[in-house]
């Protein structure tokens, strides 16, 4: 369009030009129109020259800029392709051996079974209050006046899942929040629950503890736990054949702690320990993940 205008202008120009005058008095207006004219072919030509440079600059530098971003996304989906290959090379060796990387709780949740964990009343000390669905314990100031029973603590504040487990891998979870004291795990379904006792390997408790803000292994003696973050939930997986417990804090996915390899025998079964009015409650996540309680109550099974 701007070449056209030009040469429009070209030859109206010439046109002009070409023109003899007719009367001195029309000759200086053809002239100013002449110089105008000039002018304005000028600067048409130099807009056209000018359009001309910015179009194929521009088309270069758009082509150079298509070109450069497919070389950036194929090196992006090299780097992705290898991150994926690393990825499963390493969840490989870890399905491989599992307990030698003590990592990634999610990954652990693929070779592991999520249990349905409810609280057996019939063994909760008389100042746990259970919730209707089972899945809640709360610590009461007045202890409660329940029957007496074999399977029941009467001097440390526990009280048992009704999940009994003897072989395979099962792993629950148990929010804890902002607690401040609580003890979580599992024991044999033979431990001592009437009068003191100490809660260790020996006397067939694996559990951590959270005490006075500081958390704790049961062991023999007992190991501080020093960790980076707070957890609002604990994972506690167990691989009954493997001998092995281990703890994870589900918040950020960090390992707490794994007791020396055992070598079970017997029936085990899940602990959970309040221990004071302020300590708050305990739930446990069902099967699913969702940490609420359910509404049925669970039939009870009293020894």
């Not at 051996?97 to 019939?122: C, H, M, Q, S």
């Not at 804090?249 to 899940?270: A, Y």
């Amino acid at each position: 369009m701007s070449a056209a205008l030009l040469i429009t202008m070209l030859n109206l120009f010439y046109q002009v030009a070409s023109e003899k005058p007719r009367e001195n008095e029309n000759r200086s207006d053809k002239n100013i129109i002449i110089i105008v004219l000039g002018i304005i072919a000028a600067i048409m030509t130099l807009l056209f020259f000018v359009f001309c440079i910015l179009y194929f600059k521009t088309r270069g530098s758009l082509h150079g800029h298509s070109e450069k971003l497919q070389k950036v996304n194929g090196k992006l989906q090299k780097i992705n392709g290898a991150l994926q290959d690393e990825i499963a090379r390493r969840k490989a060796q870890f399905k491989n051996a599992w307990r030698d990387a003590p990592i990634y709780p999610d990954w652990r949740k693929e070779v592991f079974e999520a249990a349905n964990v409810t609280l057996d009343e019939a063994t909760a000390h008389p100042a746990l209050l259970m919730s209707e669905g089972g899945r809640r314990v709360t610590w009461q100031e007045t202890c409660q006046d329940l029957p007496n029973s074999t399977q029941r603590f009467n001097s440390i504040p526990c009280v048992l899942g009704q999940l009994r487990i003897n072989s395979g891998r099962a792993y629950w979870e148990v929010e804890v929040g902002d607690m401040q004291s609580w003890d979580l795990g599992i024991c044999r379904d033979n431990v001592t629950r009437k009068g003191a006792f100490i809660m260790s390997p020996q006397n067939g408790f694996w559990a951590i503890r959270l005490y006075d803000g500081d958390y704790w292994a049961l062991t023999s003696p007992e190991t501080s736990l020093p960790l980076r973050e707070r957890p609002l939930k604990v994972g506690i997986f167990l691989n009954y054949e493997a001998g092995d417990v281990s703890f994870y804090n589900m918040t950020d996915g960090s390992h707490i702690f794994t007791f020396p390899q055992n070598t079970f025998c017997g029936v085990l079964r899940p602990l959970f320990r309040l221990w004071s009015f302020d300590s708050g409650s305990l739930t446990i996540c069902s099967a699913e993940g969702e940490c609420t309680d359910v509404i049925h109550k669970p039939t009870l099974q009293v020894k």
